[in-house]
């Protein structure tokens, strides 16, 4: 799972990086919250994958888990 998320994890950091550079999307959460949900997908698919777990099993792990991470690194980088 930590290896899902080392590959996913520096290229959502790296988008919001180049917009908040370019200033391309003006609404920020908009853009977070869809790439947050591109990450539980994505990284759903790969624990279905890679893990062999079931499509639902996959889909809460994936979901709960990058809800975690995402909280902390609010609490900690608001």
Do not use: C, H
Request: aromatic letters at 14%; charged letters at 10%.
């Amino acid at each position: 799972m930590a290896l899902i998320n080392v590959a996913t994890n520096p290229l959502v950091n790296y988008l919001l990086a180049v917009n908040r550079y370019f200033d391309l999307i003006q609404t920020e959460w908009a853009l977070v919250l869809g790439l947050e949900m591109a990450v539980v997908i994505a990284e759903w698919l790969a624990l279905v994958y890679v893990l062999g777990l079931g499509k639902w099993k996959g889909l809460w792990l994936s979901a709960v888990l990058n809800g975690a991470s995402f909280l902390i690194g609010w609490l900690i980088f608001r």
